[in-house]
């Protein structure tokens, strides 16, 4: 099993959140979801989802510090 990081947007007219939160809750652990107020489909800010990637694969190991 390999630990699961999700990005999704409120404002996703692609993929409804609610699809996104209901994968989320399938998935098995570790997981984590970030759910943006303002983002829609691919409107994420590099720096944010960069520095959230390098947070959890440091955490799970995935990288070295």
Do not use: C, Q, W, Y
């Not at 990005?7 to 993929?15: K, Q, R, Y």
């Not at 303002?38 to 190991?61: L, Q």
Request: net charge neutral; glycine share 4%.
């Amino acid at each position: 099993r390999a630990p699961l990081l999700m990005f999704h947007g409120a404002l996703d007219a692609t993929i409804p959140i609610s699809h996104g939160k209901a994968m989320l809750a399938a998935a098995n652990e570790p997981k984590r979801g970030i759910f943006f107020d303002h983002a829609n489909h691919n409107d994420f800010d590099r720096n944010v989802i960069s520095a959230h990637v390098s947070e959890f694969a440091r955490e799970h190991r995935l990288i070295t510090p």
